[in-house]
Structure formats: C-alpha cells, structure tokens
C-alpha cells in the first residue's frame, strides 16, 4: 500500500527572509513546517487459493486537502498541498502556541464508490513557545476494498446474475452491484468497489441457463471489517444450475493486516434440472507426473548437470501444491518457510514462492489453476552439495491436487549425495 508521509516541526524561531503566513500574532510564536514525501512501498494482496502482488497506484499527494485547527477555534486553515505549498514557502507557517489538531485526506468523502481509495490521518499537537514539535503523520487507506472471483462454471451455468454489495452505516446504507452486464470475466475481476469501514451485505441471485428460472438467492454478513481490508468474493457454481461460494465462500484478504477471514454461505439448491440434450460431463482425468531423463524414477547421485526437470499434467487445474522434504533436510527448509513449517507450500507462502522463483522458474507465473507445468528441481537439488552431508540420501515427494479434489500419485524422487561429487557421465 501507498504511504504518504507529511513531517511537521514546530520551533519557537522568528526566520528572516523566509515567506510566511502570520496569524493570532500576539507574543512570541512557533514554525510550523510542512514537507510531503511519498514511499512506494507496494500493497501486497494475498487471495486463499492463489496469491499476487499488485502495487497500487501512487495517489497524487498535491490534490490531498491539508486541515489545522486550533482547539480554541480561534484559528483554521484548510487547502490542498499544492496551496499550502505555493502560499507558505518552504512549507513554513507560523502558529501561536496551543493544542491544535491536523487532518490530511485525498478528499473523497463518498460511501461507496467504484475506484476511490480514501487515504487520511488526523493528529493532535502543541505548539510550545521555544520547543520544537516534530511530527510524523501517515497517511493509510481508511475505507475498504471489494472484488468479485466468478469461477467458468457459474459463468456457464447462470446466463445472467448479480452481485449486490451494501454496506450498512448510522446515516444510511450505501450499495455497489456487479453484472452480467459488466461485460467479460476479465472487467468483471478488474473493478474495484471501494466501501467505508462497516458491516457488509452480500447477495447473490441469478437466472438458470438451461430453463430460464431464477436461481436461490443466497445472502452472507461479513461483519469483521476494518480500514485496509481487501474483501474477495470466491463464487462458484457446482451442479447444473446450482451455485454456491466456494471453499469458505467469501474470503477477506486484509492487505496490511494479514487477518483472512472464512465466511461459510449455504448454497443455492443443489438439485441439477435434468437436461436430455445436455451430454454428460466428461471424465477429467487425475493429476500425472513424468520425468523424461529418468522415466523409472530411479535413485539419481546428485552430480553436476543432473536434469531433474518434471512433467506436470493437471486438467482438473491445480488447488494445492506442497513439496514434502526428507528428514535430513527439514531444518533448511523450515529456515525459508513462514511458520518454520518443514515443507514447502508453493500455492500460499508467499515468503517461499518469492526466494524459490529464481531457482524453480515456473513460480513465476503461479501453479494456482496451471494445467500444465514444467516444474525443475534441478537448482534446488544442487544446493544439496553445499549444505548436505555426502553418502547421504534425500527424498523429494509432491504432493498435489486439482480443483475435483483428485491427487497426484505418490512418487518419491530420491537424491542420493556421493562421498565425492563429480560430472555425471
């Protein structure tokens, strides 16, 4: 996420030469000064079933609006930065002694909106004559963000749908809704409704393609809310005319603060309308798994050159995808790991998928949904000779499953590390 970062310095100092605004100029007085940065520190998303990072756009800290008022009412100032700026040089103004209270907002003041993250913070100083008062003031998101994930067979089985988000407030409910007139899948997954912090309302309704009926309507409260927090909307459609939120249903991917939350929905009616021109749904077969150099899956001496580059076949689309390691080499593992867990999770930590893309190139593009996957262990397996102990084995075993639930046969690739490590032949 963005930070816009406003210092403030109060000192007790008349400066000459400098161009200032002089107010409530009775005895002796203090400087206030003002300088704007901005860190492009990236907002990292994280989405249960597959994670991405997503810098969000810098906001334009010229068009915040700048508010200090002192707690007497006797004084206030309200402009944006580039005012304050181009009328107080060098961010200088000078401020009589007492409590006053400083707000910075990028301006928008709607409940919900389509693209409009709200950045603000607010902070109470004293300016004391012959002190300085320095002070940090960061600007965060204060409203929240929610998108729409529509799985290929709800798009198929609904021929027209909507999602319905309201979020409840003291002055009055405010409501964003997502369509199948929103055009494709592709701009329905782009647009971002933004809604100030409060208690969400979710629903969901649509009409059957096969028959033209409606579809139950499905509501869901999401009530743990707070300023920063990415609500995504997982919606799936299982059976013939059916659709339900997937897995937990609606998950709450909370930015900065890293608190997913799982919000079980009951799903539409499960009963399918029988179709007789509709042929059965085919066999989608179980995930599979070559490796061309060594088809047997024999035990390999790990020696310069060794190709272990593995061939991946998953129709169903890949869920989940965990490297399971030997004993031997858990404790480097669990070093990289979030948790220090001993394994590999190469779909939800982040921290593993990002040191590990360099030496497992298809981390780039993420497993999540991949159908197939060139998957080379071959650098990994080198590292083995710096940190292993020779005449030792160490086993390797994938464990991974599609979107049907199937699994990946059980395979154990083992590497053994020879007493002295040479060229294969």
């Not at 798009?155 to 929103?182: C, F, I, N, R």
Request: glycine content about 8%.
């Amino acid at each position: 996420m963005k930070k816009i970062l406003l210092t403030f310095a109060a000192a007790a100092a008349v400066l000459s030469g400098c161009n200032k605004t002089v107010v409530e100029t009775s005895g002796r007085e203090g400087i206030l000064r003002l300088n704007v940065a901005c860190d492009e520190a990236e907002f990292t998303e994280k989405e249960y079933g597959a994670l991405g990072t997503k810098a969000s756009a810098a906001p334009d800290v010229n068009d915040f609006i700048i508010s200090i008022v002192k707690s007497t009412g006797s004084y206030s100032l309200e402009s944006t930065v580039s005012e304050f700026l181009a009328q107080n040089a060098d961010g200088i103004i000078t401020l009589s002694p007492g409590v006053y209270t400083v707000s910075v907002t990028s301006g928008s003041t709607e409940k919900a909106a389509w693209d409009q993250p709200i950045y603000g913070a607010t902070k109470e100083f004293t300016i004391v004559e012959d002190v300085v008062t320095p002070i940090d003031l960061v600007c965060r998101l204060t409203n929240m963000k929610v998108t729409v994930k529509l799985s290929d067979v709800f798009l198929q089985e609904l021929k027209s749908w909507s999602v319905v988000v309201t979020g409840a407030y003291d002055d009055g409910d405010a409501s964003l809704t997502w369509s199948s007139g929103d055009g494709d899948q592709t701009a329905i997954e782009a647009k971002e409704g933004w809604f100030a912090v409060g208690p969400l309302t979710v629903v969901v309704q649509g009409v059957r393609n096969n028959d033209g009926s409606d579809a139950a309507r499905v509501t869901a409260e999401i009530t743990d809310v707070a300023a920063a927090d990415h609500h995504i909307l997982n919606i799936n459609a299982r059976v013939n005319g059916s659709a339900d939120f997937s897995d937990g249903g609606i998950t709450v991917d909370t930015g900065v603060n890293e608190k997913p939350v799982d919000i079980e929905i009951p799903g539409f009616d499960e009963t399918p309308i029988e179709d007789p021109d509709d042929p059965e749904d085919p066999v989608i077969a179980a995930p599979s798994m070559t490796w061309p150099t060594n088809p047997t899956f024999e035990t390999k001496d790990i020696v310069d050159g060794l190709d272990v580059t593995l061939n991946i076949s998953v129709p169903g689309k890949i869920e989940t995808f965990v490297v399971h390691v030997s004993e031997n080499f858990q404790p480097l593992v669990s070093i990289i790991t979030t948790g220090n867990v001993p394994y590999l999770d190469l779909i939800n930590d982040q921290a593993v998928i990002d040191m590990l893309k360099g030496a497992i190139p298809a981390l780039a593009d993420g497993l999540y949904g991949q159908t197939d996957v060139t998957f080379s262990l071959s650098s990994l397996i080198q590292l083995i000779t710096s940190v292993g102990t020779p005449g030792q084995d160490y086993v390797f075993t994938l464990s991974l499953t599609d979107q049907l639930g199937q699994e990946l046969p059980e395979q154990p690739l083992t590497f053994h590390l020879p007493e002295t490590t040479s060229s294969e032949e």
